[in-house]
């Protein structure tokens, strides 16, 4: 149907785009997430374009655990987890039958599959539960604080890590953090005080 079609070539189209980008290239040249997630999700998305009305629920666990994937690499796709999971109930067979919720139950499953045992690392680790990372409101901050250029990426404060490696953004905006605070805070309060900070 057009939906499908318009799926597939959305598709394409920003997989050209992302082949032609410099940032990407770049980020290539880096070793970053980046090109690993553009390939992820564009992945995810040709491969749900091509399920149709006679698809059963069990197709679409290979997209959902593709989008799983993407999500440990940048927690940020969750977002549309939720409306991926309307579009299948939405666009599905009339009359309705069981299968759009089954679509959506089997795609759910699939993407929280990789995803769980990241939480329950974390948990682990942490005592706290934080579903993928911790990072996501530096990362907001950074990007949305008064200073912000669109650029170049500074942490704030200046903290260094000492013996084992510890990523210095996150080692800087836990130690800012605490100390604006007054006290110890577990890592998704740290995320939830820079996602505060970066709303101001």
Request: hydrophobic share 50%.
């Amino acid at each position: 149907g057009p939906y499908v079609l318009a799926m597939i070539a959305v598709s394409y189209v920003a997989g050209g785009i992302a082949a032609l980008y410099a940032t990407l290239i770049y980020f290539e040249g880096e070793l970053l997430f980046e090109t690993l997630i553009v390939f992820l999700d564009l992945a995810a998305l040709a491969w749900l374009g091509k399920l149709g009305a006679r698809s059963k629920p069990w197709h679409y666990l290979g997209p959902g655990l593709i989008l799983g994937l993407s999500a440990i690499a940048r927690p940020t796709i969750l977002i549309f987890w939720l409306p991926v999971v309307a579009w299948l109930w939405l666009f599905g067979e009339v009359p309705r039958t069981g299968r759009p919720l089954g679509r959506a139950v089997a795609l759910s499953l699939a993407l929280f599959a990789p995803v769980l045992p990241v939480t329950i690392y974390n948990f682990a680790q942490s005592g706290d539960f934080v579903l993928v990372a911790s990072q996501g409101g530096v990362n907001f901050y950074i990007g949305n604080n008064p200073t912000a250029d669109g650029k170049s990426v500074i942490a704030p404060g200046n903290q260094r890590p000492v013996g084992e490696y510890k990523d210095n953004v996150w080692l800087s905006s836990e130690a800012v953090a605490e100390k604006a605070l007054g006290r110890e805070l577990r890592p998704s309060e740290v995320s939830s005080y820079w996602s505060r900070q970066g709303a101001k």
